[in-house]
């Protein structure tokens, strides 16, 4: 079974340009999840989809983050624009409906500069 | 979802076995013990959860107190790789939003 796969793995950019993370859950994983996680830090939960639904994006700076989750499948998840304290590893997890959270994927690393 | 306290950082003996601590006071009755790991570089792997009673899989034993106040993750032979941040979670597993918080975790070294 393949896992959750994420790219890129690492990007680069400049403060005030925009980035876009992508997420492609396990086949089947109804529930989708994007994390953020700042160096020395445990993951916060920015977003979770239900489906295509959002479920909870409590914690997402909406000013500046946006994601989406088309045809509840693959997600994005964009930051327009950076800024330097959103340097972190953004993690996307997908988990089945009824049960445990699931799997995380391996992370994409953005530094702003 | 009640908050967690551990350590932030342990070392084990390579073979030997590493006993991570968790304490969790505020628990409530329907919320599980959930414990993650995250090898550098690596996202979250689940290693194992439960309830009231001890668990073992694979990968670790789960041993929790009667009043369920706290708990211990015992990896029996602790290896190399086992090297990493562990996370004691707990939360509700039931609704919707179901999510996990994440504190700070244990940086378990095995040492060599």
């Known amino acids: 079974e393949a896992g959750v796969a994420q790219s890129p793995r690492y990007k680069i950019i400049e403060k005030r340009q925009s980035v876009a993370f992508w997420c492609n859950p396990i086949?089947?994983?109804?529930?989708l999840y994007w994390y953020q996680q700042i160096l020395g830090q445990g993951p916060k939960l920015l977003i979770q989809?239900?489906?295509?639904?959002?479920?909870?994006d409590s914690q997402l700076p909406k000013d500046r983050f946006s994601a989406e989750r088309l045809k509840g499948v693959d997600s994005t998840l964009k930051i327009q624009p950076a800024k330097l304290e959103d340097s972190a590893v953004y993690l996307c997890?997908?988990?089945?409906?009824?049960?445990?959270?699931?799997?995380f994927g391996a992370g994409t690393r953005l530094s702003v500069l | 979802d009640a908050k967690t306290t551990q350590p932030p950082s342990m070392d084990c003996a390579e073979g030997r076995a590493a006993n991570l601590p968790c304490n969790h006071s505020?628990?409530?009755?329907?919320?599980?013990v959930y414990w993650y790991r995250q090898i550098h570089s690596q996202g979250p792997q689940y290693i194992i959860h439960?309830?009231?009673n001890n668990e073992t899989n694979e990968m670790a034993s789960l041993i929790i107190t009667e009043d369920r106040k706290s708990s211990t993750l015992i990896l029996p032979h602790a290896t190399l790789r086992d090297t990493a941040v562990y996370y004691c979670?707990?939360?509700?597993?039931?609704?919707?939003?179901?999510?996990?918080?994440f504190g700070s975790g244990t940086q378990l070294t095995v040492l060599p």
């Open positions: 989809f239900q489906n295509n639904g959002v479920v909870d």
């Open positions: 997890a997908s988990s089945l409906e009824s049960g445990p959270q699931g799997e």
């Open positions: 086949s089947g994983h109804a529930t």
């Open positions: 979670i707990v939360f509700l597993s039931s609704g919707s939003a179901r999510q996990l918080t």
């Open positions: 439960g309830l009231k």
């Open positions: 505020t628990i409530s009755g329907n919320e599980y």
